[in-house]
């Protein structure tokens, strides 16, 4: 049976709906960054996805070529890390400001050479330039998390209740170099009613001084 990060790490990709403490380890990713509102027709960002999901499945296509330790996988869920210049955390009312880094965790076989043959074996299939789609390092660390059930407009509820429930145990929002507002997403916005998307919320803390 293929190996499926959400079942296994049930802490990172299934929390519940009412917020929680985690502390995130260092993992490998397929990234691209870009800016802008995701939600225009033919936008960097939905191109950034083509990208992403076009290399993801090379990758776990290598199993009839497979690099050492490979094992197969379920794809795991795109992620995103979103910020605005100047905004502490992110606001849902200015969309055309968003910075983005769009995310697929990568598995642990995944070294930067078997990430960069992955690269080239899509350019020459696809022949198209995957250059923007890089191999990045990230540890995450210290964050409050939260399952948000609903459309993404509605998630400054839940971050609120997020921060209220960090602030109580001690800790504060932590937007320093390096770490951002995190969605993981669980649902696929083409076929999921907006109601009933899921989304994995994470914000970066610390210790209260």
């Not at 190996?3 to 009412?18: G, M, V």
């Not at 649902?187 to 994470?202: A, F, G, H, Q």
């Amino acid at each position: 049976m293929a190996f499926d990060y959400k079942k296994e790490y049930k802490e990172f990709y299934l929390p519940p709906r009412t917020p929680g403490i985690v502390t995130v380890p260092a993992m490998n990713f397929l990234a691209v960054r870009g800016q802008g509102d995701p939600n225009e027709e033919h936008s960097a960002y939905k191109q950034a996805l083509e990208q992403l999901y076009a290399v993801a499945y090379t990758i776990k296509m290598s199993k009839r070529n497979p690099p050492e330790g490979y094992f197969d996988y379920v794809v795991p869920p795109l992620e995103g890390l979103w910020w605005q210049e100047g905004v502490h955390g992110v606001d849902y009312a200015r969309k055309a400001d968003f910075r983005w880094i769009s995310l697929i965790r990568l598995p642990e076989f995944v070294t930067k050479p078997v990430f960069d043959r992955a690269v080239q074996e899509a350019t020459e299939k696809k022949q198209r330039d995957f250059s923007q789609v890089e191999f990045f390092p990230w540890e995450e660390s210290l964050c409050v998390q939260c399952m948000h059930i609903g459309p993404y407009d509605d998630e400054p509820a839940t971050v609120a209740a997020m921060e209220e429930y960090a602030r109580a145990q001690g800790y504060e929002p932590d937007f320093s170099q390096g770490r951002f507002h995190h969605e993981i997403y669980l649902s696929d916005v083409r076929r999921c009613p907006s109601e009933k998307l899921k989304t994995v919320i994470r914000q970066p803390i610390k210790r209260t001084e």
